[in-house]
């Protein structure tokens, strides 16, 4: 059973679209990280979210997490082939020390040009 | 500075056959992390290390050891391999505060025969 599910698992997508991607748990997490990963290479940290509805913008991508601190968005305006990736949401329960993170199954992202 | 470097890069066992993947970082983090990817699974934890001398298990660690004899290495043991371990191994490291960047590794390609 996966702690965090990621919707969609692939999204093919035209230059230009919206796309929103979707990170849901039944669990509290203390705080939630996005990653991106490309072909071959290992994540990259995109933010972290750590309040309750708690936005932050990264160029043309906005981060939400949930009010609940349960789930979590991403969501890219006009995207671009260089976003173009598989992104991973990762999820914090340690309160009291860092480490662990749980990570959700990703969403493997295609913007054709 | 090089981050987190992996070795090898690319490997083909036999089952039954052992090998060790050896991780190093140069960043000075307390915190180290081996993780296994495999597709639609996301990255999932196997050992992982809150500091020099000290191990401890993830979310799946049957069939792997570690050891960190060394602040900057992490190794991952396989005694025993088998074909369920066919899969792309991740060695991160962070900083001990919570909600830390995770810094990943370029990943080690395994294929168990």
């Known amino acids: 059973t996966q702690l965090l599910e990621q919707s969609p698992q692939f999204l093919s997508i035209q230059e230009g679209e919206n796309l929103t991607v979707y990170c849901n748990s039944s669990?509290?997490?203390?705080?939630l990280q996005w990653y991106r990963q490309e072909p071959g290479e290992g994540p990259v940290l995109l933010v972290t979210v750590v309040t309750g509805g708690e936005v932050k913008k990264l160029k043309r991508l906005t981060f939400q997490f949930g009010d609940a601190r349960k789930d979590s968005s991403l969501h890219i305006t006009a995207a671009q082939p260089g976003d173009t990736g598989l992104y991973l949401c990762?999820?914090?329960?340690?309160?009291?020390?860092?480490?662990?993170?749980?990570f959700g199954q990703g969403t493997e992202l295609s913007v054709k040009p | 500075n090089a981050g987190v470097t992996q070795t090898p890069k690319f490997r083909v066992l036999k089952t039954g056959q052992s090998m060790t993947l050896l991780c190093a970082q140069d960043?000075?983090?307390?915190?180290m992390y081996w993780y296994r990817q495999d597709p639609g699974m996301g990255l999932r934890l196997i050992h992982y290390?809150?500091?020099?001398?000290?191990?401890a298990k993830g979310e799946v660690p049957d069939g792997y050891n570690v050891s960190r004899l060394k602040k900057q290495n992490f190794l991952l043991g396989l005694e025993s391999a088998a074909p369920s371990q066919t899969s792309v191994y991740f060695c991160?490291?962070?900083?001990?505060?919570?909600?830390?960047?995770?810094?990943f590794g370029p990943g080690t390609r395994l294929l168990v025969l």
């Open positions: 290390s809150v500091g020099e001398g000290t191990t």
């Open positions: 991160a490291s962070s900083r001990i505060q919570v909600q830390e960047t995770q810094y």
């Open positions: 990762a999820g914090n329960r340690n309160y009291n020390q860092g480490g662990k993170l749980i």
């Open positions: 960043m000075n983090h307390e915190y």
């Open positions: 669990s509290v997490f203390s705080s």
